[in-house]
């Protein structure tokens, strides 16, 4: 079976334009530990994007674990996100781009 990544898609609630900078220290906080524990693959604001903050590429062992790390990001535990989890199998040239 291919393992897959987790890509967390972090979508703007009404609120998000609330953000405080506690908040904003946590979200970085969380990004940097999830860095140093390897979990991150890469993460990045969208522009231009109405409704869309960002996503996380996450590396897992499964679903289970990716989604408890997009239930635990502040920016969700606060309510000025949600959050969609997508599998995402990475085509590269190690797997011949899947064909």
């Known amino acids: 079976m291919e393992k897959l990544m987790y890509m967390m898609m972090i979508e703007k609630t009404k609120t998000y ?9 946590e979200h970085v906080e969380n990004i940097k530990r999830l860095d140093d524990e390897g979990k ?3 993460c990045g604001v969208f522009k231009g994007y109405p409704g869309m903050a960002g996503m996380y590429i996450l590396k897992t062992e499964g679903r289970e674990e990716a989604e408890e790390i997009c239930r ?3 920016l969700v535990t606060g309510g000025y ?3 969609k989890l997508v599998g995402l199998q990475i085509a590269n040239r190690e797997n011949n781009y899947l064909l």
């Open 40 to 42: 991150l693959e890469i």
């Open 72 to 74: 635990r990001e502040p």
């Open 81 to 83: 996100a949600t959050y």
């Open 17 to 25: 334009n609330r953000l405080t900078k506690k908040v904003v220290e």
